[in-house]
């Protein structure tokens, strides 16, 4: 498997996590839930929704790791043999995508790795992307919500 399927992968399986949901708070980063398996916390960014239609909306999304998993996530690295340089440090990942709200699917268009000081670990923009159908209680399905239910107010 090439290393753009593999972090295709990596990011729908976070995505697809069972979740764990606290209230909401942020400037631009909205805090929408906590993963109940490794405790990464998962943002969007409010001021990055982007209309496209009235049930399609592009938006960023930022998943911070917990130590655990920081080391899930190199350790899934690790076993494809993919580089791990620099993962150390790793602190967050921002995915961009484009959302279906009205048929809850998701396309992931690129996501960037990103360590403690703020530089690029590893950028992946996407080439053919595909839609996913994202199931009831997942990180994705929440992001869903949480932009329908601050859309609505």
């Known amino acids: 498997m090439n290393s753009f ?7 729908i399986v976070f995505l697809t996590l069972n979740v764990g949901c606290k209230e909401a708070w942020a400037v631009n980063w909205v805090y929408f839930a906590t ?8 943002f969007y960014d ?3 929704v982007n209309y496209l239609t009235q049930n399609i909306i592009e938006v960023n999304y930022k998943e911070l790791y917990s130590e655990a998993g920081k080391n ?10 993919i580089s791990t340089y620099g993962y150390d440090l790793l602190s967050y990942t921002i995915v961009y995508l484009k959302v279906d709200l009205k048929n809850n699917l998701i396309m992931i268009l690129s996501f960037t790795d990103y360590n403690k000081n703020g530089d690029i670990l ?3 923009n996407i080439e053919n992307p595909n839609w996913d159908y994202v199931q009831e209680g997942t990180i994705g399905r929440l992001l869903i919500e949480a932009i329908k239910s601050n859309k609505n107010k």
């Open 35 to 42: 993963d109940n398996v490794y405790g990464n916390q998962f």
């Open 5 to 11: 399927k593999l972090y295709t992968v990596i990011m």
């Open 72 to 81: 899930a996530y190199i350790s899934i690295l690790k076993s494809h043999n």
């Open 122 to 124: 590893y950028f992946d």
């Open 46 to 48: 409010a001021d990055s």
